[in-house]
């Protein structure tokens, strides 16, 4: 049973680009969730997915960030115009029905050049 | 004020010494807590969950006080394997988990 998958593992953007980050959740699970992680900081909580809604957007920015969770594929994470201060590793967990354990996917390093 | 606040260490100790981390959370709605442990560029893995029984798995000992929102871990007998950063982690039922910044223990030989 693979664990949760994530790719890139390691991306690097110039200003104003478009990061796109996927994450593919363990099987059976059917809930994502979202962290970023700042150089020399803690996870904090970004999205709260389900299959084709969003649940729990409080942790997104306003601007430039978008997450979706298909029926078909992996959810992915949207960084519009990035900037050097979105250079951070990007997490993205999973869970059987809510309130049980999150598997972690080993995260992909956004770089903004 | 974090809502989960740490001790950012590091934390030196010798192999086979005792270390204890602490944690504060100011949410008193939080409902669960975990410990979990981030190698160094790695994603975070559980370590425990934590009762307010207190619990213990081998050489680690977690302990609840919900008066003080206080957490604790405890590492017995450190081993040089042990060497990470030890994040304290809430979930005030949002399903979203609130981390502290972690804990870094370095254990020297």
């Known amino acids: 049973n693979a664990g949760v998958m994530q790719n890139p593992r390691h991306l690097v953007r110039r200003r104003g680009q478009e990061a796109r980050l996927r994450c593919s959740p363990m099987?059976?699970?059917?809930?994502v969730y979202w962290y970023r992680q700042l150089p020399e900081e803690g996870l904090k909580f970004m999205v709260y997915l389900q299959k084709e809604n969003i649940i729990d957007e409080s942790g997104m920015p306003k601007e430039r960030f978008s997450a979706e969770f298909p029926k078909e594929g992996p959810s992915i994470l949207r960084i519009q115009q990035v900037v050097r201060g979105d250079s951070a590793a990007y997490f993205c967990a999973s869970s059987p029905p809510p309130d049980n354990e999150q598997f972690f996917g080993p995260g992909t390093r956004l770089t903004v050049l | 004020r974090k809502e989960v606040e740490q001790d950012p260490g590091p934390f030196n100790v010798p192999e086979g010494a005792t270390v204890a981390f602490n944690c504060t959370y100011s949410?008193?709605?939080?409902?669960?807590f975990f410990w979990y442990r981030q190698d160094c560029r790695k994603e975070p893995k559980l370590l425990m969950s934590v009762y307010s029984s207190g619990n213990e798995d081998g050489r680690f000992t977690a302990q609840l006080n919900r008066a003080s929102q206080y957490i604790s871990l405890l590492i017995r007998d450190s081993k040089l394997s042990d060497s990470a950063t030890y994040l304290c982690?809430?979930?005030?039922?949002?399903?979203?988990?609130?981390f502290g910044s972690g804990t870094r223990l370095q254990v020297q030989p």
């Open positions: 099987k059976g699970h059917s809930h």
């Open positions: 949410n008193s709605a939080s409902q669960s």
């Open positions: 982690v809430v979930n005030t039922g949002r399903r979203a988990l609130t």
